[in-house]
């Protein structure tokens, strides 16, 4: 049951069960009272906390912006370099969750603990006044009575009316009293209930924003959680192919570490204790290091190193070696020693140890040394199982086999990826490649699907060579680094027309398949990135097996990838009818430059190679259309490429050579290298002859000469050490910036002091006294 009402008519009699009633409604406002002070002292703590939580939750995003992977090799996938960047989203998801806990913070107070706050100290406190002068004037009152009845009766007449009627005031104004304490004790407890609810609706208000706007955040984070999922998957995926691959290498080397020897810029290399003589009598001292010999120029080189100094390695001595003798143990109390004595000292022996009478021995047989019987340092070559070849039987057997595959196991779960039983897929292999069993009924139910996938694979495997053969093995490597898609398939269509014919026509038959399969992935769950997975190494396998050849399994899959994604594309029409500059730069025109933003700052075009397909396109009289789109490389990668233009004409391009050379002043280190490799293969030659066979060629393309130039003067600059131009520039674009470390600028802004910067796609420069960045096509060298 709840208070019982307070009567006005009551206050006049203040009965004992008014009073008492006037107590149960003073110890709800004291409770009421002491609640709220609860519930502010726990509000305050649940800002405090959700302030601490906000600081550790932008501390803990910081952290994550913070942090970068290191990756193995020179390049990045795509799907690593969107793992790499999802640190950079989780820790904008956060700030902005945390800018939304800030604001929830600021309602709390604005929206509670404040008016909590006045309710509990203008209402409650005022009841708490009224109570006093209420207590006070019942005391006053009652003893006012108490004297009055106490006068003598024969007190004489006009005081003892005196006295009635000061009692009767006084009783009147405690009567007023007491109406105005009992209106207020009803009045407060009807208050508190929209006065104490109200701010508690407007913070659960607040609460159900944030968590609102949470949501709303989640849900446009979805999208790209779904993506990075896939990126996860895809590379865990080529993860598992590349740990496998690297488990089979380990097992090869640590049977015959010789045979799998790495062919190095050395002819030997290896540690080896050198004797240092020291004047007596402090006699001699051995000191380890790590020594190097090129046989050809017979260079010698010695580094000190020791692990437990710290690591450090000391600086190299080099020296031409004269001759080599093996040491005797009845000359010295070590074994395994032998003598060099070097050109620059004639008549000095240096003594070295080696760690064992085999290490001794290699050592001596590169050295040309004498008086010892030497191991023949030989590497047996790559063994091919099955006498499998790339014949006309072989084709045979690629189109039986994917005959059956896809009228017997199309929809079989993990196709290509179970493994048939090995002796049976030995077997199967052994009777297609015999000519006189290679017609084998593979319908008749005598073979499983994983079996003929597996004797498929393996014959793959077992080329001679693999279908992309050795020599463009880097070259398709290349594009799948770094490139946007469009440009990565346009590099790839070149190459596969570079293979040979009947590499190409086998090729083109299996990943036709490969594409069929994918397309039934629901049932087979083989997607194209699994596929990718299964087929990179055997499609692609590097002629030297290495730790870093294995480390680019990765970009392996990315191309079979592309192969079946675009195969009708690529195996429909040679490069010349679909591809005019699969990896040129995409130049603005001036109506419409790109303004890239800063996760769109990574762009670098690879020129050079663009060059190549151009003076081939020339020189096969098929020179390429001048409404060909142009495409650019969109790399992530931590060292690409400088933007260099390399323009045939004036008018296709918008460039003259003159600027195309001004844009390749300076670029990065590893330019060299990378102009070096796409230069060197072909159809670009590395002279001029090679690349302009005829002057005829020139009378008929009058833009051939200036390209042959061009190219010549690109290939020297490959050679010159880095150097930095600092040039003044016009702005011919108006840009607005949108970073602090970016300049805005109108139409003919002139800066000074411009120069390459760091940010790949931007210049460095000081306008109006403020040096920042500039987007490099948006003004021209002056």
């Given at each position: 049951?709840?208070?019982?009402?307070?009567?006005?008519?009551?206050?006049?009699?203040d009965?004992?069960?008014l009073?008492e009633?006037?107590?149960?409604?003073?110890?709800?406002?004291?409770?009421?009272?002491?609640?709220?002070?609860?519930?502010?002292k726990?509000?305050?703590?649940?800002?405090?906390?959700?302030?601490s939580?906000?600081?550790?939750q932008?501390?803990?995003?910081?952290?994550?912006?913070?942090f970068?992977?290191?990756?193995?090799?020179?390049?990045?996938?795509?799907d690593?370099?969107?793992i790499?960047a999802?640190?950079?989203?989780?820790?904008?998801?956060?700030r902005?969750?945390?800018?939304?806990r800030?604001?929830?913070?600021?309602?709390?107070?604005e929206?509670?603990?404040?008016?909590?706050?006045?309710?509990?100290?203008?209402?409650?406190?005022?009841?708490?006044?009224?109570k006093?002068?209420?207590?006070?004037e019942?005391?006053?009152n009652?003893?006012?009575l108490?004297?009055?009845?106490?006068?003598?009766?024969?007190?004489?007449?006009?005081?003892?009316?005196?006295?009635?009627?000061?009692?009767e005031?006084?009783r009147?104004?405690?009567?007023e009293?007491?109406?105005?304490?009992?209106?207020?004790?009803?009045?407060?407890?009807?208050?508190?209930k929209?006065?104490?609810v109200?701010?508690?609706?407007a913070?659960?208000?607040?609460?159900?924003?944030?968590?609102?706007?949470?949501?709303?955040?989640?849900?446009d984070?979805?999208?790209?959680?779904?993506?990075?999922?896939?990126?996860?998957?895809?590379t865990?995926?080529?993860?598992?192919g590349?740990?496998?691959e690297?488990?089979?290498?380990?097992k090869k080397i640590?049977?015959?570490?010789?045979?799998?020897?790495?062919?190095?810029?050395?002819?030997?290399?290896?540690?080896?204790?050198v004797?240092e003589?020291?004047?007596?009598?402090?006699?001699s001292?051995?000191?380890?290091?790590?020594?190097t010999?090129?046989k050809?120029?017979?260079?010698?080189t010695?580094?000190?190193?020791e692990h437990?100094?710290?690591?450090?390695?000391?600086?190299?001595?080099?020296?031409?070696?004269?001759?080599?003798?093996?040491?005797y143990?009845?000359?010295?109390?070590?074994?395994?020693?032998?003598?060099?004595?070097?050109?620059?000292?004639?008549?000095?022996?240096?003594?070295?140890?080696a760690?064992s009478?085999e290490?001794?021995?290699?050592?001596?047989?590169?050295?040309?040394?004498?008086?010892a019987?030497?191991l023949?340092?030989?590497?047996?070559?790559r063994?091919?199982?099955?006498?499998?070849?790339?014949?006309?039987?072989?084709l045979?057997i690629?189109k039986n086999?994917?005959?059956?595959?896809?009228?017997?196991?199309?929809?079989?779960?993990?196709?290509?990826?179970?493994?048939?039983?090995?002796?049976?897929v030995?077997?199967?292999?052994?009777?297609?490649?015999?000519?006189?069993?290679?017609?084998?009924?593979?319908?008749?139910?005598?073979?499983?699907v994983?079996?003929?996938?597996?004797?498929?694979?393996?014959y793959?495997?077992?080329?001679?060579?693999?279908?992309?053969?050795?020599?463009?093995?880097e070259?398709?490597?290349?594009?799948?680094?770094s490139?946007?898609p469009?440009s990565r398939v346009?590099?790839?269509?070149?190459?596969?027309?570079?293979?040979?014919?009947?590499?190409?026509?086998?090729?083109?038959?299996?990943?036709k398949?490969?594409?069929n399969v994918?397309k039934?992935?629901?049932q087979?769950l083989?997607?194209v990135?699994?596929?990718?997975v299964?087929?990179?190494?055997?499609l692609?396998?590097?002629?030297?097996?290495?730790?870093?050849?294995?480390?680019?399994?990765?970009?392996q899959?990315i191309?079979?990838?592309?192969?079946?994604?675009?195969?009708?594309?690529?195996?429909?029409?040679?490069p010349?009818?679909s591809?005019g500059?699969?990896l040129?730069?995409?130049i603005?025109?001036?109506?419409?430059?790109?303004?890239?933003?800063?996760?769109?700052r990574?762009?670098?075009?690879?020129?050079?190679?663009?060059?190549?397909?151009?003076?081939?396109n020339?020189?096969?009289?098929?020179?390429?259309?001048?409404?060909?789109?142009t495409?650019s490389i969109?790399?992530l990668?931590?060292?690409?490429?400088?933007?260099t233009v390399?323009?045939?004409?004036?008018?296709?391009?918008?460039?003259?050579?003159e600027?195309?050379?001004?844009?390749?002043i300076?670029?990065?280190?590893p330019?060299?290298?990378?102009m070096?490799?796409w230069?060197?293969?072909?159809?670009c030659?590395?002279?001029t002859?090679?690349?302009?066979?005829?002057?005829?060629?020139?009378?008929r393309?009058?833009?051939?000469?200036?390209a042959?130039?061009?190219?010549?003067?690109?290939?020297a600059l490959?050679?010159?050490?880095?150097s930095?131009?600092?040039?003044?520039?016009?702005?011919?674009f108006?840009c607005?910036a949108?970073?602090?470390?970016?300049?805005?600028?109108?139409?003919?802004?002139?800066?000074?002091?411009?120069?390459?910067?760091?940010e790949?796609?931007?210049?460095?420069?000081t306008?109006n006294?403020?040096t920042?960045?500039?987007?490099?096509?948006?003004?021209?060298f002056?």
């Amino acid at each position: 049951m709840g208070l019982q009402p307070l009567e006005f008519s009551d206050c006049y009699l203040d009965s004992p069960w008014l009073r008492e009633r006037i107590r149960s409604h003073e110890s709800e406002l004291d409770r009421t009272n002491k609640f709220l002070k609860e519930l502010l002292k726990d509000g305050k703590n649940l800002i405090a906390a959700t302030k601490s939580l906000s600081t550790a939750q932008r501390k803990f995003a910081n952290s994550l912006r913070d942090f970068k992977f290191e990756f193995i090799g020179d390049a990045e996938t795509d799907d690593e370099r969107c793992i790499d960047a999802s640190l950079q989203e989780f820790s904008t998801f956060l700030r902005n969750l945390e800018e939304q806990r800030e604001i929830m913070a600021l309602s709390i107070t604005e929206t509670l603990i404040k008016p909590l706050e006045r309710f509990r100290k203008e209402q409650l406190g005022a009841v708490k006044e009224e109570k006093k002068k209420f207590d006070k004037e019942t005391e006053k009152n009652y003893s006012i009575l108490d004297k009055h009845l106490s006068l003598s009766a024969k007190k004489k007449e006009p005081h003892l009316q005196e006295a009635d009627c000061q009692v009767e005031q006084n009783r009147q104004h405690f009567y007023e009293l007491s109406l105005e304490y009992v209106c207020k004790l009803q009045e407060i407890q009807e208050r508190k209930k929209f006065e104490f609810v109200e701010p508690m609706l407007a913070f659960f208000q607040g609460i159900f924003t944030f968590y609102h706007q949470g949501y709303e955040l989640a849900k446009d984070f979805n999208h790209y959680k779904l993506e990075l999922q896939i990126n996860i998957q895809n590379t865990r995926n080529r993860f598992e192919g590349t740990r496998s691959e690297v488990e089979e290498l380990l097992k090869k080397i640590q049977t015959n570490p010789q045979e799998h020897k790495r062919a190095g810029a050395f002819t030997m290399e290896g540690y080896l204790y050198v004797q240092e003589k020291r004047p007596a009598p402090f006699g001699s001292s051995w000191v380890k290091h790590y020594c190097t010999y090129k046989k050809d120029s017979k260079t010698f080189t010695m580094y000190p190193f020791e692990h437990r100094s710290g690591g450090k390695i000391g600086d190299g001595e080099n020296f031409t070696l004269k001759y080599c003798i093996k040491r005797y143990t009845d000359s010295i109390d070590r074994r395994f020693c032998f003598d060099v004595e070097a050109v620059e000292r004639p008549g000095v022996l240096i003594t070295m140890q080696a760690f064992s009478e085999e290490d001794r021995c290699l050592w001596m047989e590169v050295l040309d040394g004498k008086g010892a019987g030497f191991l023949t340092l030989s590497r047996s070559t790559r063994r091919t199982e099955g006498g499998a070849q790339l014949d006309k039987n072989g084709l045979e057997i690629v189109k039986n086999c994917i005959h059956a595959v896809e009228t017997m196991g199309i929809n079989d779960q993990g196709l290509y990826r179970v493994v048939g039983v090995s002796s049976k897929v030995q077997r199967l292999l052994s009777l297609l490649l015999d000519v006189k069993t290679c017609d084998v009924d593979l319908h008749s139910g005598e073979w499983e699907v994983k079996t003929i996938t597996s004797a498929l694979k393996l014959y793959l495997r077992s080329l001679p060579e693999p279908l992309m053969t050795y020599e463009l093995h880097e070259q398709f490597i290349n594009p799948a680094k770094s490139g946007s898609p469009e440009s990565r398939v346009n590099a790839i269509h070149f190459l596969i027309y570079k293979l040979p014919d009947k590499n190409r026509e086998m090729l083109d038959i299996l990943i036709k398949h490969l594409a069929n399969v994918s397309k039934h992935a629901k049932q087979n769950l083989m997607t194209v990135a699994n596929l990718g997975v299964v087929f990179g190494p055997t499609l692609m396998r590097p002629q030297e097996e290495t730790v870093a050849g294995i480390m680019d399994l990765k970009f392996q899959n990315i191309v079979v990838e592309i192969l079946i994604e675009n195969h009708k594309k690529i195996f429909s029409n040679p490069p010349d009818d679909s591809v005019g500059e699969p990896l040129s730069m995409s130049i603005s025109p001036p109506s419409a430059p790109p303004r890239q933003s800063r996760r769109q700052r990574n762009k670098r075009p690879l020129a050079v190679y663009n060059l190549c397909l151009e003076l081939d396109n020339i020189e096969n009289n098929s020179p390429p259309k001048e409404d060909t789109p142009t495409g650019s490389i969109d790399s992530l990668s931590p060292q690409p490429l400088t933007p260099t233009v390399c323009p045939i004409t004036e008018e296709k391009n918008h460039l003259s050579a003159e600027s195309a050379l001004d844009w390749a002043i300076s670029p990065p280190s590893p330019v060299h290298s990378a102009m070096v490799s796409w230069m060197n293969s072909e159809p670009c030659a590395s002279s001029t002859e090679s690349a302009f066979p005829a002057k005829a060629a020139q009378s008929r393309h009058p833009e051939l000469e200036e390209a042959s130039s061009l190219l010549a003067s690109l290939t020297a600059l490959c050679d010159k050490p880095e150097s930095t131009s600092y040039r003044k520039a016009k702005a011919v674009f108006p840009c607005e910036a949108e970073h602090s470390s970016e300049l805005s600028f109108q139409v003919g802004a002139v800066f000074e002091d411009v120069h390459y910067s760091r940010e790949p796609g931007w210049l460095e420069g000081t306008l109006n006294g403020k040096t920042g960045l500039i987007p490099q096509n948006y003004v021209e060298f002056l």
